[in-house]
C-alpha cells in the first residue's frame, strides 16, 4: 500500500502564514494549530513533484544547556545528496496516525516517532520541554518547494543521547559557540536553523 503524508495546499498555506522563500518564519501555536487543523493525507508519489502543496515534515533539534547534537550522515545513507552532509534536525513526513488523537497530539506522536526512530535517551535522559520554534521554507530548491518544515527544539536533561542507526549516521554533542566551523558541510535546513535560530 503506496504512503500517505500530511500536507497542505500551498496556496492555503500563505494564507496562514507569510510568506518567505528562504529562512525561518517565526509563529506562535496558534499558527501551527491553523496549519495543521487544515493539513490533509495524500499520496507521497504525488506529492513529492506538485509544488501546490507543501508537506509537512517535523524537524527536531536535540540541545542541553547551550550544546546542539549534531549528526553526520555517513555513505550509508541511501539518499547520496546527503552524504557526508551536517545536521540537527530528525524530522521526516507524518503518516496517518490514531484517529482518536487530536492534530495537535498527532503532531507531538509523530515528532517523537521520528526523534525515537533515530536515537535512544539513556541513563535518566528526559525531555524537558518541546518548544515550537516556527517554520522553514526554501523554496529556492527543488526539494524545499515540495516541503516546508516545522521546527522545534527539543530540551533533553543530559547529554546520554545515542543514535540506533550507527551504518547511516555518526553523531555528536557541539557546544553553541562551536557549531560556525561545521557550516560549510551544514545541509540547507539545518544552515537556516543555525542563521535564523541559534546564532
Excluded at 494549530?33 to 499520496?43: E, H, W, Y
Excluded at 560549510?184 to 541559534?198: K, L, V
Aim: charged share 30%; aromatic share 10%.
Amino acid at each position: 500500500m503506496e504512503e500517505l503524508v500530511f500536507a497542505l495546499p500551498a496556496d492555503k498555506l500563505w494564507e496562514i502564514l507569510t510568506y518567505k522563500e528562504k529562512g525561518l518564519i517565526k509563529e506562535d501555536g496558534e499558527v501551527l494549530k491553523k496549519i495543521i487543523q487544515n493539513g490533509l493525507f495524500r499520496k507521497r508519489s504525488e506529492m513529492e513533484e506538485d509544488p501546490s502543496f507543501k508537506q509537512i515534515i517535523p524537524y527536531a533539534i536535540i540541545s542541553n544547556k547551550g550544546s546542539y547534537f549534531l549528526f553526520k550522515r555517513t555513505s550509508g545513507q541511501t539518499e547520496k545528496r546527503l552524504h557526508n552532509k551536517f545536521s540537527l534536525g530528525v524530522g521526516g513526513h507524518m503518516n496517518p496516525g490514531n484517529p482518536k488523537d487530536s492534530k495537535e497530539q498527532y503532531l507531538l506522536n509523530e515528532l517523537k516517532r521520528e526523534l525515537f526512530e533515530e536515537v535512544k535517551l539513556l541513563n535518566g535522559c528526559l525531555i524537558e520541554d518541546i518548544e515550537f520554534v516556527g517554520f522553514i521554507n526554501d523554496d529556492a530548491i527543488p526539494v524545499g518547494r515540495v516541503h516546508i518544515g516545522l521546527l522545534y527544539n527539543i530540551h533533553v536533561s543530559n547529554k546520554d543521547v545515542v543514535i540506533h542507526e550507527t551504518d547511516k549516521m555518526t553523531a555528536d554533542w557541539i557546544d553553541k559557540a562551536d557549531l560556525a566551523a561545521f557550516y560549510d558541510g551544514m545541509e540547507t535546513w539545518t544552515r537556516i536553523t543555525f542563521d535564523d535560530y541559534i546564532k
